[in-house]
């Protein structure tokens, strides 16, 4: 029955344009000439750091902030200047917003309720939108009878009861136990796929952004730093910046010497791009990174490093090691029955190799 009900939530799904949007505090850029294209149907997270404007890029969206200049359209209408409650705009907050002294029902019909939703229809709907969230026969049931995982399905519910077309998330899962926030990261990906609504995702989990998105909006001092899918985001960072806050990395100097380039003593190789101008950096990410026993391959850079410390996790290991310039690397590898043991050991010396294919060379931060 919900299924039915809510099966045509998505079908009038809009696409997002953001052209030249700024927003000033003071002297403070919040949003600096932001232009961002959101396709319809598509979930497109917001990932960055407190402070970076992601949640005010959110805010002008949902049409509770007003930017100095630019505009904004869904689909071929114009935005800037229509009220939140005038733009069919559904809205999950991080402190999900629900009325204590209301059920479940009236908390998740009271969009209806504000529409003059006829009460057979409005029963309907949210017995509908209850069941889309795994909540079926939840509704007489008071909100302080709730679990944090349902508190955040009855607010999902409420933002989707009245099927909007976009649908606007500020860190709705900031507040849920590991174990559950990842379970919930799982049922809301889910749950777009069934629904289709265009959704703009606020978080600054880059796992979490990484396991949800269609797409990433990497966003700091109030711009875009990249625009790109998970897996190009992590393989293909735009700048340092971007590789830094997606994922766990060392940067290593490189010189520059004609077409020779160098870290840490070693001439590189790689097949990547190798932006131009001075200032690159050498990126190492830990499960990048191996040791090597034997003989090196003609297809890796191969860098000498004493070992400082090694940390046994269970699943896998962690072994932090010096280069030959001072700087301190991780090696993240699998572990299996016997491998702990046959690591090298604290002051062990070490060939570190990370392949040509791995080898990602970066400009500087706004590059």
Do not use: C, W
């Not at 019909?109 to 969230?133: H, I, N, Q, S």
Request: proline share 4%.
């Amino acid at each position: 029955m919900g299924g039915d009900d809510m099966s045509d939530t998505g079908q009038g799904a809009l696409p997002i344009t953001v052209r030249n949007v700024t927003k000033t505090y003071g002297d403070v850029f919040a949003l600096n000439d932001v232009s961002l294209d959101v396709k319809s149907g598509e979930f497109l997270t917001l990932l960055g750091p407190s402070g970076s404007g992601k949640t005010t890029l959110l805010m002008v969206l949902a049409g509770f902030t007003r930017p100095d200049s630019g505009s904004l359209k869904f689909g071929e209408d114009e935005m800037i200047r229509t009220a939140p409650h005038l733009r069919d705009v559904g809205m999950v907050f991080q402190n999900y917003a629900l009325f204590p002294h209301m059920s479940v029902a009236a908390n998740v019909g009271y969009p209806l309720k504000l529409r003059k939703t006829p009460k057979d229809e409005m029963d309907r709907r949210v017995e509908a939108a209850l069941e889309t969230v795994q909540l079926g026969g939840y509704g007489e049931r008071g909100i302080t009878q709730l679990s944090g995982g349902q508190k955040q399905r009855v607010a999902l519910a409420r933002s989707i009861v009245f099927a909007p077309r976009i649908l606007l998330m500020d860190e709705p899962l900031s507040a849920l136990d590991k174990k559950l926030r990842d379970r919930m990261q799982i049922e809301l990906r889910h749950l777009h796929e069934k629904l289709g609504m265009t959704t703009v995702y606020v978080t600054h989990d880059q796992r979490e952004a990484l396991t949800m998105s269609d797409r990433i909006a990497v966003v700091n001092h109030g711009r875009i730093m990249q625009l790109a899918t998970p897996q190009e985001l992590y393989e293909q960072p735009a700048n340092r910046f971007v590789a830094d806050f997606i994922g766990d990395s060392t940067f290593l100097d490189v010189t520059r010497s004609g077409s020779a380039l160098g870290a840490a003593g070693t001439t590189l190789k790689t097949t990547r791009h190798v932006p131009d101008g001075d200032g690159l950096s050498l990126m190492m990410r830990p499960e990048r990174l191996h040791l090597i026993s034997g003989k090196p391959a003609k297809d890796e850079n191969v860098f000498e490093a004493k070992v400082s410390e090694l940390v046994y996790q269970g699943e896998s290991y962690l072994l932090y090691a010096h280069l030959t310039d001072g700087t301190e690397v991780a090696v993240r590898g699998a572990m299996r029955a016997g491998t702990f043991d046959a690591l090298p050991k604290q002051g062990d010396t070490v060939q570190l190799g990370l392949g040509v294919d791995d080898t990602v060379l970066l400009a500087g931060e706004d590059a």
